[in-house]
């Protein structure tokens, strides 16, 4: 990772952070770009591009020659570091339940993110609170890369397929996702203790590198009365 990208990151996280514990409330304007350079002593270029991984987050919004303003309600999840991240956040600890971890071959899924190999790290989860409300299952593939042969015998990196990945050089920088809902079949419902047909929020993912290598591919059911997704458009402001 560059200078430059750890610099952004940071100022992001430190933003972020102010902005999910309340000390910037929603519709407030961030301080300016020269007030926020001067506080981190960081380039504007620096700033704009935290800025712009906010406004990815639905932490900010930019409007050209106003500022940056607090969009944050307190709800949204941001699934970027993992739903489970995201809950907890909220002050919600789910547990985890690894449904399934093991190598498998799957040569549609190769082809359908072009990929050369058809080997994939298959890790299953469910989400559960701690009242026994199952909230979510979630399949993820991640393609075969060097270090992650031996996962399905040592397991996860505490717990964690972020964690995982990270201990084996793969970090998602970018990615695309698409939402619908499903009416849940017979096995997922079962799992799930939901009445076939309920309707869920089906979210398939997948993450990139930053070179845009395929990292994951993530399917995942969501009890919608706990999930929601948030998408914004436009182009930012630049000054």
Known sequence: MSEQARKHQRVARILGREIRGGALR???RLPGE???????SVSRSTVREALRTLADEGLVRTHPGIGSFVSFDGAPLDNRHGWKQSLTEQGIAPETTVLRLE???DAALRD?????SDRFLAVDRMRTLPNG????LEYSRVPLHAGL??????????????????GA???VASGEQRATAVPLGEAEAG????????????VTRVGRSPVGAVIEHVVSLLDPERFELRTTFGEPGHQ
């Open 149 to 166: 042969e031996d996962v399905p015998e040592t397991g996860l990196v505490d717990g964690s397929l972020t964690a995982t990945l990270a």
């Open 103 to 105: 190598t498998v071959r």
């Open 133 to 136: 409300v199952r909230l979510s």
């Open 169 to 171: 050089g793969l970090v």
């Open 26 to 28: 929603t519709g407030s």
């Open 34 to 40: 020269h007030a926020l350079t001067e506080r981190f």
């Open 191 to 202: 799992q799930l203790r939901r009445a076939a047909g309920t309707s869920f929020l089906r």
């Open 112 to 116: 359908a993110l072009g990929l050369a």
